[in-house]
């Protein structure tokens, strides 16, 4: 039996999704910006999909945009603002962002010689939107903040930040990949001016991304060519997945008080078995309900997760020991946890299909494994 607790890294596809996308590609396969009657439909189901998630975002179907993952809706949106930040120079975001946004800002800096001030969390992984705020000045064109964080699932003040920004003539992007079907999320009560998404976090497929560009937001081509997306992003787009996307994001906005509702009880309950096995909890009470980040000094968090996955168990790691993983320990670096706390870290994520046998699963082999392995 395969107990798969790896769901911030990607999740299953609803089956009926799946082959919806499959029929989309072999029987309605026209490009949707051909002029034939193939080509036609194809644009009304892209721009139904449009539609749809506008819908669920209460947003203006003119500020959604489809690319091929969040990582480029987040690319797209940095290199965008580059240009039209005037003589400031100066990018305020958290030392815990996805690397996607750290690795983007990174480039940039090199490039345009613009200064990234990275603000740190509490130990409990959240961002103190008072010490962001602080570091906002005249100097300031962009600031860019996670609303979940992917390694912890902590709930970062992305509301309270964007509100405290309405005035200050500041743009705002929201990295939402960990939001949508966790915690209540739209544009317009974040207050920012961008928002990105990635499918397969919530039931989608991988390759599609959605980018929200609020109306009048300065924005520039980075992908030129057919003129696709409004002339913002060329490529001809990919109807099958972002059909089933939209779909996957209403029914996860649909379920989301009930699929919260079941994921708490076993989040608590995979708590309790944790701290009975002498592991450690690393995530915060302000968290979304399927994430809990443990560790269990003086077991190495690769060993442990290769352990579980020999019986058919699969876990994240944060560990920086490997480069297969998305070397999330930094997030707990920056938290300030000791080393052995950090180093020997488990992100277990779980979704609408996990189930309590297997969370039963889980926690055997965990007790087998930390009493084999532990030093």
Aim: aromatic letters at 6%; one cysteine or more; glycine letters at 8%.
């Amino acid at each position: 039996m395969i107990c798969y607790f790896d769901n911030n890294a990607t999740t299953a596809m609803d089956k009926d999704l799946a082959e919806q996308m499959l029929s989309l590609c072999t029987e309605e396969y026209g490009n949707p910006n051909s002029i034939h009657s193939m080509g036609i439909k194809a644009n009304k189901m892209l721009e139904e999909a449009r539609l749809r998630v506008a819908r669920i975002l209460m947003a203006d179907p003119r500020e959604i945009f489809f690319t091929s993952s969040a990582t480029e809706s987040i690319n797209w949106v940095l290199r965008s603002c580059i240009s039209f930040r005037g003589k400031r120079k100066k990018v305020v975001t958290s030392a815990i962002e996805h690397k996607a946004v750290l690795n983007t800002l990174k480039d940039l800096k090199n490039t345009h010689e613009i200064d990234v001030v990275e603000i740190k969390p509490g130990r409990d992984g959240i961002i103190d939107s008072g010490k962001m705020l602080e570091m906002v000045d005249e100097e300031t064109f962009l600031v860019s903040l996670m609303a979940v964080n992917n390694v912890t699932g902590s709930i970062q003040p992305f509301e309270e930040v964007g509100k405290a920004l309405r005035s200050r003539g500041v743009l705002y992007h929201v990295d939402a990949v960990q939001a949508i079907g966790k915690c209540p999320f739209t544009p317009a009560e974040a207050f920012c001016d961008f928002a990105s998404f990635s499918a397969h976090k919530f039931h989608g497929p991988k390759g599609v991304g959605i980018t929200y560009v609020k109306r009048g937001a300065p924005i520039r081509a980075v992908v030129t060519g057919g003129g696709q997306e409004k002339a913002l992003r060329s490529g001809t787009q990919n109807v099958p997945g972002i059909v089933v996307s939209s779909i996957a994001m209403e029914r996860a906005v649909d379920s989301m008080e009930a699929i919260t509702a079941k994921l708490k009880g076993l989040k608590e309950r995979l708590k309790l078995e944790v701290e009975r096995i002498g592991g450690v909890v690393n995530t915060a009470e302000r968290s979304v309900a399927n994430t809990l980040n443990v560790s269990f000094p003086g077991v190495k968090s690769e060993v442990l997760a290769n352990a579980l996955s020999t019986d058919g168990v699969y876990v994240g790691i944060s560990s920086a020991c490997s480069s297969r993983n998305d070397s999330g320990q930094y997030v707990l670096d920056n938290m300030g946890l000791e080393a052995a706390i950090a180093s020997s870290s488990l992100r277990i994520s779980m979704s609408k299909f996990t189930t309590v046998e297997e969370l039963e699963i889980l926690v055997e082999r965990l007790k087998k494994s930390v009493s084999l392995l532990k030093f």
